[in-house]
């Protein structure tokens, strides 16, 4: 079973900057495209940053120029670098990895991590 562990989350002042990290873990899993959701109380998850396997990445349009995604594929980690924050980014953020799993690849991977709190305040 393949396990995402997030870390970096917290309180910062308009402006800042904070770094979130995420690490996939299990045994027999390639992973596809890494991502990073947001979801801020009562809106829809939403996609802020992806990163596929050769290192194409995609960005929302609201933090385009202010955020940062980078991938290891030899540790199964992805970091998204935010900068510049606002308070509409306050938010818990998800890692999410999607790839194949099981000794022969044959099963669809797709993982959410367990969410990390950011708080921009103003």
């Known amino acids: 079973q393949v396990r995402l562990v997030e870390s970096g989350g917290g309180l910062v002042q308009a402006g800042g900057s904070l770094s979130l990290s995420c690490a996939a873990s299990?045994?027999?899993?390639?992973?596809?495209?890494m991502a990073w959701y947001r979801q801020a109380p009562g809106k829809q998850r939403e996609l802020v940053a992806a990163?596929?396997?050769?290192?194409?990445?995609n960005y929302a349009d609201s933090v385009k120029d202010r955020f940062t995604i980078s991938r290891d594929n030899a540790k199964n980690t992805v970091v998204l670098q935010m900068a510049s924050l606002k308070p509409e980014d306050t938010a818990v953020y998800y890692c999410?990895?999607?790839?194949?799993?099981?000794?022969?690849?044959?099963?669809?991977?797709?993982?959410w991590g367990q969410g990390t709190q950011v708080t921009v305040s103003s």
């Open positions: 990163i596929t396997r050769s290192g194409s990445t």
């Open positions: 999410h990895i999607n790839g194949r799993s099981g000794i022969y690849g044959t099963r669809a991977l797709d993982v």
């Open positions: 299990g045994s027999r899993f390639s992973i596809n495209d």
